[in-house]
């Protein structure tokens, strides 16, 4: 059976002791509760190695933002996959639509990054989503589609089944604006049987897709109760445990 995750995503937030402070803060805030769904703490490179280090021995997994497309050499500035998995980081968002938009990130250079998580056993929580033109356009199957089937359907089976897919509308990031439950089911199931249509049903059904944009602790049971959203990926909400928690709880 797939598995329940609650991802937070701080973005380019937090100094390393503000990081530090959350995960202490996180850490006291879980002792002692039942947690029913996985969670993972996507930080900025900087942190990755003290906040791993605090969350050893607890539920909460770490990840990165980004890796390189390349193994290693001469890349000044960049950070290589296996440089984050020495860490003790195991997960990295792949395919952010803020690095689809800002750094003009493409399916190509994301099937490098992916191959690269994966060969150094990072687990991708592989991002998409529409924008607002799209959606209102009623593109947004096929834009979805494409960005999943682009950049990652050259992938063996056994590859693809190591993945973790979010859905975020790039109108729902940041804006306030929830994608409603029913639209996040209808587009999550489209995106498993495009998966099933690739690779099957079995490794559709233990594909983990998540929903991002806005979601927070009002709306996270609503969304999480459609069979086909298995968690969220948490921008705003997941900079405090406070605001965290209560989505993580949704689970419960
Ligand atoms: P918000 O939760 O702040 O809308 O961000 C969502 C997101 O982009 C997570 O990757």
Request: one cysteine or more; proline letters at 2%; charged letters at 25%.
């Amino acid at each position: 059976m797939r598995k329940k995750i609650v991802a937070g995503n701080w973005k380019m937030n937090k100094t390393l002791q503000e990081g530090l402070k959350f995960s202490n803060d996180l850490k006291e805030a879980l002792k002692g509760k039942t947690v029913n769904c996985e969670v993972v703490v996507g930080t900025p490179f900087i942190h990755l190695s003290e906040v791993a280090k605090n969350f050893e021995g607890t539920v909460v997994h770490v990840a990165a933002q980004n890796i390189a497309n390349k193994e290693k050499g001469a890349y000044t500035g960049e950070v290589s996959a296996a440089m984050v998995a020495s860490t003790g980081a195991n997960h990295v968002i792949l395919g952010h639509s803020e690095r689809r938009a800002y750094y003009h990130e493409t399916a190509e250079l994301l099937t490098e990054k992916v191959e690269l998580a994966l060969a150094n056993d990072l687990t991708p929580i592989f991002c998409v989503g529409e924008v607002l033109e799209e959606r209102e356009a009623g593109k947004h199957f096929d834009v979805v589609a494409a960005q999943i089937k682009d950049a990652l359907f050259e992938l063996s089976k056994e590859d693809f089944s190591k993945l973790i897919v979010a859905y975020e509308p790039v109108w729902a990031i940041g804006t306030g604006k929830t994608a409603t439950a029913d639209q996040a089911q209808e587009i999550h199931a489209f995106i498993r049987k495009t998966i099933a249509d690739k690779y099957g049903e079995e490794v559709a059904d233990n594909t983990s897709i998540l929903y991002g944009g806005s979601c927070n602790a009002g709306n996270a049971k609503e969304l999480f109760s459609n069979p086909d959203v298995d968690g969220g990926l948490i921008g705003g909400a997941s900079l405090e445990a406070d605001s965290f928690l209560p989505i993580i709880e949704a689970f419960n």
